[in-house]
T-cell receptor, first 114, second 114 residues
Framework: GDSVTQTEGQVTVSESKSLIINCTYS????????LFWYVRYPGEGLQLLLK?????QKGSSRGFEATYNKEATSFHLQKASVQESDSAVYYC???????????FGTGTTVSVSP | GPKVLQIPSHQIIDMGQMVTLNCDPV?????FYWYKQILGQQMEFLVN????????KSKLFKDQFSVERPDGSYFTLKIQPTALEDSAVYFC????????????FGKGTRLTVV
């Protein structure tokens, strides 16, 4: 079935350094999925960070960017310079047109040290 | 922004007992969802609910599970009877117009079955 893979369970990065969180997805369903990054800040509920529904397009929010790469079936999340407030759990997710629910990766916990 | 509230945040219950998880979705949202996340695993879709009816459910939505939203009050997930493998964090979510509109999540209820 459809699935999302995040290879890093935990990432520690120093403030002002760059960050990349990897996300790949399986493409067993027909067509191209809508792709999402969700984030859970400490003590908060899961919230949408960005989404991209067209292959080849880039989404951005709060300094984060992710490009929908249909050839590589990837949707990596990047930020050039992280802050302590970016410490959170990041989830990659997808849904195909006509799908019933979001399919999530296992999440990546990002800890930004001062 | 819009918030989905889940009550309680943590519940401990004896195996075989009944438990009801409560969710107060975003007002004027019409679609409601439950997801289940076992520690260290992905968040997985359980069920979605619209217009007073279950629209779709996954294989994780066992016969012991039921959902309802009587008279526009809380959207509830009831498990009767509970089993040890039901221990997980349960996330409620809502959206205004189906899965292709933004989905808002609650902070989750951690259920521990002992």
């Amino acid at each position: 079935g459809d699935s999302v893979t995040q290879t890093e369970g935990q990432v520690t990065v120093s403030e002002s350094k760059s960050l990349i969180i990897n996300c790949t997805y399986s493409a067993t369903s027909i067509g191209y999925p809508n792709l999402f990054w969700y984030v859970r800040y400490p003590g908060e509920g899961l919230q949408l960070l960005l989404k991209v529904i067209t292959a080849g397009q880039k989404g951005s929010s709060r300094g984060f960017e992710a490009t929908y790469n249909k050839e590589a079936t990837s949707f990596h999340l990047q930020k050039a310079s992280v802050q302590e407030s970016d410490s959170a759990v990041y989830y990659c997710a997808l849904i195909y047109q006509g799908g019933r629910a979001l399919i999530f990766g296992t999440g990546t916990t990002v800890s930004v040290s001062p | 922004g819009p918030k989905v509230l889940q009550i309680p945040s943590h519940q401990i219950i004896d195996m075989g007992q009944m438990v009801t998880l409560n969710c107060d979705p975003v007002s004027n949202h019409l679609y409601f969802y439950w997801y289940k996340q076992i520690l260290g695993q992905q968040m997985e879709f359980l069920v979605n609910f619209y217009n007073g009816k279950v629209m779709e459910k996954s294989k994780l939505f066992k016969d012991q599970f039921s959902v309802e939203r009587p008279d526009g009050s809380y959207f509830t997930l009831k498990i009767q009877p509970t089993a040890l493998e039901d221990s997980a964090v349960y996330f409620c979510a809502s959206s205004s117009d189906g899965i292709n509109t933004e989905v808002f999540f609650g902070k989750g209820t951690r259920l521990t079955v002992v």
